[in-house]
T-cell receptor, first 111, second 114 residues
Framework: QQQVKQSPQSLIVQKGGISIINCAYENTAFDYFPWYQQFPGKGPALLIAIRPDVSEKKEGRFTISFNKSAKQFSLHIMDSQPGDSATYFCAASKGFNKFYFGSGTKLNVKP | DAGVIQSPRHEVTEMGQEVTLRCKPISGHNSLFWYRQTMMRGLELLIYFNNNVPIDDSGMPEDRFSAKMPNASFSTLKIQPSEPRDSAVYFC????????????FGPGTRLTVL
C-alpha cells in the first residue's frame, strides 16, 4: 500500500515557468512533510519541509502549499531554471523518523 | 564536514555471492537509515536504527538481507546470497532523532548482480 502518492511522474517546463508537483496522503497521523531534490548520481537532499499547522511555506523560489482537509500538499517552483532539472520526492512521516516517500517526479526545465 | 560516507560506490557481483555495503553516518547523528532505490519501486526504507538499535526492519525484503550497527559510526547492509533482482542503488542516511531533523543522504552504492 503506497502511503504517499505523487504526480506527475515527469514534467517539462520552459525556463521562467512555474513547476507544480502534487502529493496526496492517507494517514492523518502524519505530521511532517519534506520535499527532497535528487540530481543524477547523487543522494536526495532536503529542499523544503512543512508541518501541518501551516498552509504554506516559502523559501526563495520554492513554495509548499498544504491542504490538511484534502490531505494534499504540493511543491511550486517559481521562475524555474535549467539548474532545477532533477528528480523531486515528497515524503511524509509521523514522529520524524520513518519517512514514506512518493514515487518521484523527474523535472526537465528547457532553456 | 564529510557528510555520510558510503562504500563501495559501485559493486558488480555474480548471483549467489555475498555483498556487504558500508556506511559511516555524520558524526553526532544518532539515527541511521538504509534505503533502496529502483525505477520500479522508487525509494524504499529497508531498516532504520536509533542509537545503534534496529527500530524498524519491516522493509527488509527477505532473510537474505541483514543490517548491523556495531557502533555509532559504522553500519553494514549485507545480502547473502545476492540475486539479480537485488540490483539497485542503496542509500544510507543519518539524522538526529527526536524532532523534524533533516535526513542527510550518502552518495549511494550502485549494486549490479549478474
Amino acid at each position: 500500500q503506497q502511503q504517499v502518492k505523487q504526480s506527475p511522474q515527469s514534467l517539462i517546463v520552459q525556463k521562467g515557468g512555474i513547476s507544480i508537483i502534487n502529493c496526496a496522503y492517507e494517514n492523518t497521523a502524519f505530521d511532517y512533510f519534506p520535499w527532497y531534490q535528487q540530481f543524477p548520481g547523487k543522494g536526495p537532499a532536503l529542499l523544503i519541509a512543512i508541518r501541518p499547522d501551516v498552509s504554506e511555506k516559502k523559501e526563495g523560489r520554492f513554495t509548499i502549499s498544504f491542504n490538511k482537509s484534502a490531505k494534499q500538499f504540493s511543491l511550486h517552483i517559481m521562475d524555474s531554471q535549467p539548474g532545477d532539472s532533477a528528480t523531486y520526492f515528497c515524503a511524509a512521516s509521523k514522529g520524524f523518523n520513518k519517512f514514506y516517500f512518493g514515487s518521484g517526479t523527474k523535472l526537465n526545465v528547457k532553456p | 564536514d564529510a557528510g555520510v560516507i558510503q562504500s563501495p560506490r559501485h559493486e558488480v557481483t555474480e548471483m549467489g555471492q555475498e555483498v556487504t555495503l558500508r556506511c559511516k553516518p555524520i558524526s553526532g547523528h544518532n539515527s541511521l537509515f538504509w534505503y533502496r532505490q529502483t525505477m520500479m519501486r522508487g525509494l524504499e526504507l529497508l531498516i532504520y536504527f536509533n542509537n545503534n538499535v534496529p527500530i524498524d526492519d519491516s522493509g527488509m525484503p527477505e532473510d537474505r538481507f541483514s543490517a548491523k550497527m556495531p557502533n555509532a559510526s559504522f553500519s553494514t547492509l549485507k545480502i547473502q546470497p545476492s540475486e539479480p533482482r537485488d540490483s539497485a542503488v542503496y542509500f544510507c542516511a543519518s539524522s538526529l532523532s527526536g524532532g523534524p531533523h533533516e535526513q542527510f543522504f550518502g552518495p549511494g552504492t550502485r549494486l549490479t548482480v549478474l
